[in-house]
């Protein structure tokens, strides 16, 4: 810890990112879980993030409604911030709910 938990949930935050893109979900979820556990109450931002990432981790498991259920929360979370990541998550939810959706088997 550096003292600054914003700092150190940031780094944790693009930890799990790396481990994500290197597919070691293991990985992924401990810096993720790490990272949560020293979000400072209250930070909307780091929140939303997390839940992010805990999405992008069940889509990676396949657990699609799980990671359509989180990043529909962290979507929100960001909106109500006024965050620009808010359109990148709903970017991103687009591209796993696609796939999944009963008019893609037609």
Not at 6 to 17: D, F, P, S, V
Not at 56 to 75: K, T, V
Request: hydrophobic fraction near 40%; charged fraction near 25%; avoid cysteine.
């Amino acid at each position: 810890q550096l003292g600054r938990p914003q700092i150190t949930a940031r780094a944790l935050y693009e930890l799990g990112n790396l481990r994500l893109h290197e597919q070691k979900l293991e990985e992924a979820d401990v810096a993720l879980r790490e990272m949560q556990e020293i979000i400072p109450s209250g930070d909307q931002e780091l929140h939303a993030l997390f839940l992010y990432g805990q999405a992008r981790l069940a889509a990676s498991r396949g657990q699609i409604q799980q990671a359509q259920h989180l990043g529909e929360a962290s979507a929100t979370a960001f909106e109500e911030m006024g965050h620009h990541e808010a359109q990148r998550v709903k970017k991103w939810l687009a591209s796993i709910i696609a796939p999944h959706s009963p008019l893609a088997d037609s």
